[in-house]
C-alpha cells in the first residue's frame, strides 16, 4: 500500500498519530505536490499550526499545481491573517482552476472586508440556501451596499421551515438594520423563549420596543433579562473549583457576569438618552476536505 493511502487508512480510522508520521514521511522521502499538500491539511486542521501549514502551502504552488485544494487554503490562512487583498488574489486564482462553494464563500468574505458590498452580496447569493448563514451574510452585505429593497425581501421570505434555517433571531437583528422595528419585534417574539438569551439581544430588542413605544414590555424584557444575569452570578458563586476551573478563573467569571448586569440595569435611561446599541456580525469561513487520495470524499490522488 502506498504511504499516502496509508496514512489517509490510519486518519479515517482515528490513528491521528501514525497518520500524521506518515505524511511528514512522505514529503521526507519526496516533496511533490501530493505530499506537501496533505501534510498542509493535517497541520491547518488537526494541529492548528497555520503558519506551519503555510509554509508547505508556499512550497506546493511553486509546483503549479492542476488542483484547486492549496490556494483554498491559502486563501483560509489569509482571511485568519486578516489579509484580505491577499485572500481575494489567491482565492480568485482556485476559483480560476474549480469553482467551489468554499472558495466563492471565502471570497465574498474578503471582498466584504475590503468594502466591494455588491460583489460579496453576489458571491453569498450564489451559493446560499433558503433562509440559511450565508443567505444571512448576503442580506448584511447588501444592508451595507444600500440596497435595503433586496435586502428586506430576503428577509421577508425568511423560512422557518427550510431544512437550512439559520434563526428568528438573526433576521430580527437585521431588520434593526433596517430600521423595521414592528418586524424586527414579531422575529424576536417567535424565539425569545426559547433560547438563552445574551445582553447584546436583549439590548437590541429593548431599543425596538423602546421606538415603537412599548415602553412597558421594553422594561419587563430588561427586567427579565436582569434577573436571569443574578441568577446566573448566584450559580457561578456556588459552583466548585477544580483543576480545570480555579478561583481565578470563577472571579473573573463573575466579574464579566456583574459588569453584564451593570450594562442592562443603565440599559433602559441609556435609551431614554438616544442610545442606540451597535450592530455586532462576524463572518466566517469555511474549510473542507483537500486531502488528494481521501477515499470518504471521492478525491482521487494527485497526477
Known sequence: ?????????????????????????????????????????MYLYEEEDAHRAKLFLEEVVTLHPQSY???????????QEKDWEGAREILNKSIAIQPTPEAI?????????????????EGFHSIAKDSDCISWYEVIARIQNEETADAKLILDRWNSESDHYLGALEAADAYVELGCFQEAREMYEKEWADYFI???????????????????????????GIAGKLNEIEEERQELCDESWSETDKAERIEELQEELSGLEQLFSKLESGFRPAFEFELHHEGGCYLFGCKLHGHPEYV
Open 105 to 121: 464563500h471565502n471570497l465574498a468574505v474578503a471582498d466584504y472586508h475590503t468594502g466591494r458590498f455588491r460583489q460579496a452580496a
Open 69 to 79: 485544494f492549496p490556494y483554498n487554503m491559502l486563501g483560509e490562512i489569509a482571511l
Open 1 to 41: 500500500m502506498a504511504i499516502n493511502e496509508k496514512a489517509l487508512q490510519f486518519f479515517e480510522d482515528n490513528n491521528y498519530t501514525e497518520a500524521l508520521e506518515l505524511l511528514e514521511q512522505a514529503v521526507i522521502e519526496e516533496r511533490t505536490v501530493q505530499s506537501l499538500n496533505n501534510l498542509a491539511w
Open 198 to 224: 445574551s445582553p447584546y439581544v436583549i439590548s437590541r430588542y429593548a431599543y425596538v420596543l423602546f421606538h415603537l413605544q412599548e415602553l412597558q414590555v421594553c422594561r419587563q424584557v430588561i427586567d427579565q
